[in-house]
T-cell receptor
């Protein structure tokens, strides 16, 4: 158990819908990262937050957004969902925004029908 | 731009034998970190081992060791005394120091341990 929690574990929804994925980092970790793992694109970095502020952005679609709250939990919002958004979404956390190992949560498996 | 390459899509190893999973990388960052993660069929990503670019010695964690050859830009994972529970996908990742702490992942190697 990495100490990073993600809810829900599974999510099934329809195209055009909007969903919110939630992540709680390990105790003491200030930085949160979101990754998408799909069969065709592998593991891709989406976005990073540190202590409530956006720190780095990767291949995140404009339909996706995220935020980190004062209690350090983070939410990833996915809207206007398409079939291709079906993937495993990971949250990871680290103590600081640089020079640290990232510990991954169990992931949320999103299926868009 | 950073790039991680894992050229072995699938590997087989006999139980109790050692196995090496290959990873090469490309970066222009002077300082970087290299990581290996294990992803069993259940899906979670488990951190295994870390090597910093300035570390003089190869990293070891129990049965895992990282064969770091900086000049060749390789960071191979060696698993000694393979166990059935080692069957999983293994991902090599690199952390750059520009643009945040994002990780760049390879495509992974599927390891199957044969009894």
């Amino acid at each position: 158990d990495s100490g990073v929690t993600q809810t829900p574990k599974h999510l099934i929804t329809a195209t055009g819908q909007r969903v919110t994925l939630r992540c709680s980092p390990r105790s003491g970790d200030l930085s949160v990262y979101w990754y998408q793992q799909s069969l065709d694109q592998g593991l891709q970095f989406l976005i990073q937050y540190y202590n409530g502020e956006e720190r780095a952005k990767g291949n995140i679609l404009e339909r996706f957004s995220a935020q980190q709250f004062p209690d350090l939990h983070s939410e990833l919002n996915l809207s206007s969902l398409e079939l291709g958004d079906s993937a495993l979404y990971f949250c990871a956390s680290s103590v600081s925004p640089l020079q640290d190992t990232q510990y991954f949560g169990p992931g949320t498996r999103l299926t868009v029908l | 731009a950073q790039k991680i390459t894992q050229t072995q899509p699938g590997m087989f190893v006999q139980e109790k034998e050692a196995v090496t999973l290959d990873c090469t990388y490309d970066t222009s960052d002077p300082s970087y970190g290299l990581f290996w993660y294990k992803q069993p069929s259940s899906g979670e990503m488990i951190f295994l081992i870390y090597q910093g670019s300035y570390d003089q010695q190869n990293a070891t964690e129990g049965r895992y060791s990282l064969n770091f050859q900086k000049a060749r830009k390789s960071a191979n994972l060696v698993i000694s005394a393979s166990q059935l529970g080692d069957s999983a996908m293994y991902f090599c990742a690199m952390r750059g120091t520009t643009g945040g702490n994002q990780f760049y992942f390879g495509t992974g190697t599927s390891l199957t341990v044969i009894p």
